[in-house]
């Protein structure tokens, strides 16, 4: 079955412990992007990669960071978490010409910062 | 600035009528525009994606219509029923490498 996994799906942390969420397709897509979404605020772009080794800033990135070593797979890492990332956190993929094809989303991970 | 709007913000509906959920972007030069629904904390599912050739898709009881010169979307839901109850996001590719999403429309159908 093609999908997007992510994992854990629920998280509590505490401020300043290191965490990273995987994310991993079976699509063969070249860009694969993180987004979280909030109250009132709805989904927001983080970071995005268009292939390997290609990642960009999304809308906020502040306090995040991705690597794209594997096609298959886009982690995001939050080195020193805060609660304002207390959040829901999607990773999507899509093929080629990013987005022309539409894009497919995760589970979500939810994640509370303490 | 590249917005999407979705209103509105919840509509309730008894069991088995007719709806339209509706979507305005506010640039006409799009790539293509998906519907996604999403269950309370739950993942997006993908409904349907219109590429910007195309006036409309239908998946089931599902028919999303796009006009890019007027900047509207809507989804229409045939027949619906209480497993329908769920969020509907409407997300606009303007082709700046992401998805600009509305903030959806909260849809309850009551039995």
């Known amino acids: 079955e093609a999908q997007v996994t992510q994992n854990p799906r629920y998280l509590i942390t505490v401020t300043g412990k290191k965490l990273t969420v995987t994310c991993s397709q079976n699509m063969n897509h070249e860009y694969m992007s993180w987004y979280r979404q909030d109250p009132g605020l709805g989904l927001r772009q983080i970071y995005y990669?268009?292939?390997?080794?290609?990642?960009d800033k999304g809308d906020v990135p502040e306090g995040y960071k991705v690597s794209r070593k594997e096609k298959r797979n886009f982690p995001l890492i939050l080195e020193s978490p805060s609660p304002n990332q207390t959040s829901l956190y999607f990773c999507?993929?899509?093929?080629?010409?990013?987005?022309?094809?539409?894009?497919?989303f995760g589970s979500g991970t939810r994640l509370t910062v303490v | 600035k590249q917005e999407v709007t979705q209103i509105p913000a919840a509509l309730s509906v008894p069991e088995g009528e007719n709806l339209v959920l509706n979507c305005s972007f506010t640039d006409s030069a799009i790539y293509n525009l998906q519907w996604f629904r999403q269950d309370p904390g739950k993942g997006l599912t993908s409904l349907l994606l219109i590429q910007s050739s195309q006036r409309e898709q239908t998946s089931g009881r599902l028919n999303a219509s796009l006009d890019k010169s007027s900047g509207r979307s809507t989804l229409y839901i045939a027949a619906s029923q209480p497993g329908d109850s769920a969020t509907y996001l409407c997300?606009?590719?303007?082709?700046?490498?992401?998805?600009?999403f509305g903030t959806g429309t909260r849809l309850t159908i009551i039995p």
């Open positions: 990669s268009m292939n390997v080794e290609v990642t």
């Open positions: 999507a993929s899509s093929g080629v010409g990013t987005g022309h094809y539409g894009y497919t």
């Open positions: 997300a606009v590719f303007f082709g700046n490498e992401k998805l600009t």
